[in-house]
Structure formats: structure tokens, C-alpha cells
């Protein structure tokens, strides 16, 4: 099992930037992909960014793309969300997840463990 907590969350103005973290412990870090997902008010989960095991690759959504960047740092067991020039459409609470799939997805159904979640709110 993976524990995931998210941190870094806040109350920004348009324009913008936030980091966001996400601690991991329990088993094997390195043995997990990872992603970003967000969640508004009202609105169905959304796929922000997802990372491979090894960092090598990542995949973003359109709506972030240029915008956003995913890392992790596999010493440290953490991976973060780097986001630029924020919007008022970005705002949501944003959690991390962790899959045991051999290839990075967007897909939330394939990951395994989630983070309660980091409140970001965009002011306009």
C-alpha cells in the first residue's frame, strides 16, 4: 500500500504560480507512475499530468500544456506540480495518484492510491 499526502495548495491571483508536492510512503516508490488530477466544484475529475516511474516521460492535458509541469525526485519520494500562469479555470482541489501500470495514463480507473486532495483557488 501507498500512502499519499498533498501539500502546497492555496489562494492565488490570476497570473500566478503554485507548487504543489505530494509525499509518498510505504512501498517502493519508484515501482509507481504517478499523476495529477483536479476536481471543481460541481464537475467531473480531470486528468492534469502524469509522470513514469523513472520521470523519463510525461503526459499532460491540453488545457495545462506549457502551463504546468510534472517532476518527481525519486530520493525523496515525492513528485510535484509545478503551475505557471494560472487561471480562474484552474482552480480545484488537486490530488496525486499512484499506479502500477507499466505505461503513464490519464485514465483515473487505473490508479491504485490517492491523496485526499490540495485546495487551489484562482482570483481572478
Known amino acids: ?10 489562494l492565488v491571483q ?4 503554485l507548487r504543489l508536492s505530494c509525499a ?5 516508490f519508484s515501482n509507481y507512475a504517478m499523476g495529477w488530477f ?14 513514469s516511474r523513472r520521470g523519463i516521460t510525461t503526459l499532460a492535458a491540453d488545457s495545462v500544456k506549457g502551463r504546468f509541469t510534472i517532476s518527481r525526485d525519486n530520493t525523496k519520494n515525492t513528485v510535484s ?4 500562469s494560472l487561471k480562474p479555470e484552474d482552480t480545484a482541489v488537486y490530488s496525486c495518484a499512484a ?13 491504485d492510491y490517492w491523496g ?3 485546495q487551489v483557488t484562482v482570483s481572478s
Open 116 to 118: 485526499q486532495g490540495t
Open 99 to 111: 499506479t502500477l501500470d507499466l505505461v503513464i495514463t490519464r485514465v483515473s480507473g487505473r490508479y
Open 14 to 17: 490570476a497570473g500566478g504560480s
Open 38 to 51: 483536479r476536481q471543481a466544484p460541481g464537475k467531473e475529475r480531470e486528468f492534469v499530468a502524469a509522470i
Open 81 to 84: 506540480l509545478q503551475m505557471n
Open 1 to 10: 500500500q501507498v500512502q499519499l499526502v498533498e501539500s502546497g495548495g492555496g
Open 24 to 28: 509518498a510512503s510505504g512501498r517502493t
